[in-house]
T-cell receptor, first 115, second 121 residues
């Protein structure tokens, strides 16, 4: 049973046209993360929510925003996608953020292409 | 400086043989966690195994085991009896305390650059 669900699996958008990626979880975890992974690179953390508390990484561009309307859902908004934003976007959850031994559980990812 | 180093960009292994994927890490914290994830070509990240810095025994999960050498700061993944379905990218990751500006803490997961494993029949 899928526990972290990302929709859609593949998203194509036009240069400059806003796009929203969605993530939902059935684990009732407190923390949700968004990562960007470009081809042949490691995932890069963009931001995370601890409950409703939003935490942005210092080098995350302003073009990227996120919303978490409730525990189960989290959205990634890209306001004006550029060609450099083409990547796999991974959503992950963890029960809390204080425990060293908590693994993060990932969804299947959304592969974003920019035309 | 690199926190997690995976020196093998790619590896080949014959089906049914064992393979070791290398990972070294850099931290000044005493408390940290080490993770291995598998990422098939379809893209999902699958959690494989965890080793805590205070764990005295090497972690094992089925065909996966972790060769943890704390003094050397290495946490190599050993896959026994390789299967064709093991062909994937493998990421080593470390979780260490990360203090936010407001004084709270979170534990960021820092990934290495990955090793692409190809299992040959």
């Amino acid at each position: 049973d899928a526990m972290v669900i990302q929709n859609p699996r593949y998203q194509v958008t036009q240069f400059g046209k806003p796009v929203t990626l969605s993530c939902s979880q059935t684990l009732n975890h407190n923390v949700m993360y968004w990562y960007q992974q470009k081809s042949s690179q490691a995932p890069k953390l963009l931001f995370h929510y601890y409950d409703k508390d939003f935490n942005n990484e210092a080098d995350t561009p302003d073009n990227f925003q996120s919303r978490r309307p409730n525990t189960s859902f989290c959205f990634l908004d890209i306001r004006s996608p550029g060609l450099g934003d083409a990547a796999m976007y991974l959503c992950a959850t963890s029960r809390d953020r204080d425990s060293i031994n908590q693994p993060q559980h990932f969804g299947d990812g959304t592969r974003l292409s920019i035309l | 400086a690199q926190k997690i180093t995976q020196t093998q960009p790619g590896m080949f292994v014959q089906e049914k043989e064992a393979v070791t994927l290398d990972c070294t890490y850099d931290t000044s914290d005493q408390s940290y966690g080490l993770f291995w994830y598998k990422q098939p070509s379809s893209g999902e990240m699958i959690f494989l195994i965890y080793q805590g810095s205070y764990d005295e025994q090497n972690a094992t999960e089925g065909r996966y085991s972790l060769n943890f050498q704390k003094a050397r700061k290495s946490a190599n993944l050993v896959i026994s009896a390789s299967q064709l379905g093991d062909s994937a990218m493998y990421f080593c990751a470390m979780r260490e305390p990360h203090f936010m500006n407001y004084g709270g803490a979170t534990n960021k997961l820092i990934f290495g650059t990955g090793t692409l494993l190809a299992v040959q029949p």
